[in-house]
């Protein structure tokens, strides 16, 4: 889905050779056209003459205009676009609680030393 001119832009800029698909189609009860993702169908950058009615498909043009494509038409490319994951997670450790081993002289040995044990 585009919502944006500025998204249209970063799309075209994505494709590398001249056209590719948008995943849209139009509805088959009426003329309107729906994003495949769901979202609203809230902005539009149609070539000259389209949308064409018949046409059910919809490719972005090497010059980012949108055209409408019959079942038989093609497109060199797409473009995927996923729903950015914004959560962050970050460990950090305190250099207070922790503790150097009481004896290090046998590797094999992990048990701690009941003094080196934070509370």
């Not at 889905?1 to 994505?14: A, M, R, T, W």
């Not at 948008?22 to 609203?40: K, M, P």
């Amino acid at each position: 889905s585009i919502h944006s001119q500025e998204e249209n832009k970063v799309v075209l800029e994505l494709l590398t050779r001249g056209d590719g698909w948008l995943n849209a189609i139009q509805n088959s009860t009426d003329t309107t056209w729906i994003w495949g993702d769901g979202t609203e169908w809230d902005y539009v950058n149609w070539s000259e003459d389209e949308p064409t009615e018949g046409h059910v498909y919809l490719k972005m043009a090497a010059n980012g205009t949108w055209a409408t494509i019959e079942k038989s038409g093609t497109a060199y490319e797409y473009v995927c676009k996923k729903k950015a994951d914004l959560t962050t997670t970050t460990t950090t450790t305190d250099p207070a609680d922790t503790t150097a081993p009481a004896d290090t002289t046998d590797p094999a040995d992990t048990t701690e030393s009941p003094s080196t044990v934070s509370p």
